[in-house]
């Protein structure tokens, strides 16, 4: 099946600091990504959609400035946590559309936790 | 509004069947899915349904869909303890790539 490599796995940063995760999709192209966020022992949370060559497409409650995405090629979406803080500490998740399989087919990183001390 | 639910625990034994329930709300959902989630790790797509069909089956998998009630199961034939996971059902709503998770069951099979 199709890869989709996110990094890195885990990060530890101080407050205040921004932290960029990255989500590639290894063997094929991806026009749509998308960014989830997970807190302990509970459901994925859609943060995000992020086409290429465009803007994201924020969920309702989701802070854009703080969050960041950029998606600038077919392979490559980038979450940016700006000024992070101890509340933005949790299991980040991208996951990427294959388009030649058609909807039915999303494939998943293998995520990032984000502590931020 | 848009609402998966799942049971949050299940624990079975080595070799018996495990039985996962999920009900959904977005009747336009055209697929459903299971992922299977290890610790630390991402999501595993480990089968979906079309909704025109009420049951796949793959290998160990069975996935029943009742399209009526707005629920799906998914079964685990002889479980192993390498199945200990959270398993999370989806749905997709018409009209949008969005996938909307359940709050994810956490099997733990004892051997």
């Known amino acids: 099946g199709a890869v989709v490599s996110q990094h890195p796995s885990w990060v530890i940063c101080k407050s205040g600091t921004s932290v960029k995760i990255e989500c590639r999709s290894l063997?094929?192209?991806?026009?749509?990504m998308f960014w989830y966020r997970q807190f302990p022992k509970q459901s994925l949370m859609l943060m995000a959609t992020?086409?290429?060559?465009?803007?994201?497409?924020?969920e309702q409650g989701v802070e854009k400035d703080k969050f960041l995405i950029n998606h600038a090629s077919l392979t490559l979406s980038t979450l940016t946590v700006t000024s992070a803080h101890p509340e933005d500490s949790s299991f980040y998740i991208c996951s990427a559309r294959d388009r030649r399989q058609g909807r039915e087919k999303l494939f998943f990183g293998s995520g990032t936790q984000l502590s931020v001390l | 509004g848009e609402d998966v639910e799942q049971s949050l625990f299940l624990s079975v034994r080595e070799g018996d069947s495990s039985v996962i329930n999920c009900t959904y709300t977005d009747s336009s959902s055209t697929y459903l899915y299971w992922y299977k989630q290890e610790p630390g790790a991402g999501l595993q797509l480990l089968t979906y349904i079309f909704s025109n069909m009420d049951m796949k089956q793959d290998q160990r998998l069975t996935v029943l869909l009742n399209k009526k009630d707005k629920h799906l199961s998914l079964r685990i034939a002889d479980t192993q303890t390498g199945d200990s996971a959270i398993y999370f059902c989806a749905e997709s709503p018409s009209g949008t790539y969005k996938y909307i998770f359940g709050t994810g069951t956490r099997l733990k099979v004892l051997a």
């Open positions: 992020s086409n290429e060559g465009s803007k994201a497409t924020y």
């Open positions: 063997d094929f192209q991806a026009t749509t």
